[in-house]
């Protein structure tokens, strides 16, 4: 069920050419955003209503540049949706090497550092705006491997709390949403056994969708949540439950 919550609203919405980026793109332009999809790749199909911008979000200058863009062409950014992210690397904390660490660490943690700083300026000075950073489950909980992804996706969790603590007398909410497994082309793209070993270990006894995370993070970024700061929505189908 779609409502049209977000009419007027400006959103950005990053990673999404693909996968749960895309469903949100698409999930916010239908409650009547204008959306803007920050990428490095093209997306995989066009859909009315959102507009693609070319955006490596490690760059803070590409941040800034493509911000300014937006708000020139729809005005001030009402929603940011810190999405844009991967795992890199499988390797436990003792065969990380440094080069993967800060790989993962860049395109996790600080993205959403510079996407922060991009928009909240102008957010404080309106006294409004939703952010919405996508940590992870495995952001609340410890599981073996997938050391930097791990360190990266806690560390989202916790800005979005200082951020919250910190803005939310100034009229900005900032929340993160944690999706469980989620059948997306980078979870298709690993290994068999880890997916089983994951659907598994789901007491819903599947994979989530990305239309699934899409709702919850609309619902954030929305007036429905306006008294909702610094919550961690966990959007599992239980998995942290057992
Ligand atoms: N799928 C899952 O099971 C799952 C579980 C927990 C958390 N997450 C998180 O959800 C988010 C989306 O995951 P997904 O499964 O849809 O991934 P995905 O790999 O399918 O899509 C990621 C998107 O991010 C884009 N991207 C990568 N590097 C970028 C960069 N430097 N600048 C701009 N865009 C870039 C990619 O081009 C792609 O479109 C990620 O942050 C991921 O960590 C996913």
Redesign the pocket.
């Known amino acids: 069920m779609t409502n049209e919550r977000l009419k007027e609203h400006v959103c950005i919405v990053?990673?999404?050419?693909?996968?749960?980026?895309?469903?949100t793109a698409r999930r916010l332009a239908t409650e009547g955003a204008s959306v803007f999809a920050?990428?490095?790749?093209e997306p995989t199909e066009e859909t009315e209503g959102i507009q693609w911008i070319a955006?490596?979000?490690?760059?803070p200058q590409q941040w800034q540049e493509n911000v300014e863009r937006v708000v020139a062409d729809a005005g001030p950014v009402d929603v940011l949706v810190?999405?844009?992210?991967?795992?890199g690397s499988y390797a436990d904390l003792a065969d990380t090497s440094r080069a993967d660490w800060d790989r993962v660490i860049m395109?996790?943690q600080n993205?959403v550092f510079f996407g922060m700083q991009a928009v909240l300026p102008s957010m404080i000075e309106r006294s409004t705006g939703s952010i919405v950073n996508?940590?992870?489950?495995?952001?609340i909980i410890g599981t073996p491997g997938v050391a930097a992804?791990q360190a990266s996706?806690g560390a989202v969790t916790m800005i979005t709390k200082n951020a919250a603590a910190t803005y939310a007398g100034r009229g900005v909410r900032v929340n993160s949403v944690?999706?469980?497994?989620?059948?997306?082309?980078?979870?298709e793209?690993q290994d068999a056994g880890i997916t089983q070993g994951?659907i598994d270990k789901t007491p819903m006894g599947r994979?989530?969708l990305?239309s699934e995370?899409a709702s919850a993070i609309a619902f954030l970024a929305s007036d429905d949540a306006s008294f909702i700061t610094g919550i961690q929505l966990l959007v599992d189908g239980g998995f942290t439950t057992v």
């Open positions: 990053t990673g999404a050419a693909q996968g749960i980026g895309l469903a920050f990428d490095i790749a955006c490596d979000v490690t760059s810190n999405n844009a992210g991967g795992v395109l996790n993205s996508v940590s992870s489950m495995w952001g992804y996706k944690h999706p469980g497994f989620i059948w997306t082309p980078m979870t793209a994951l994979a989530g990305a995370v």
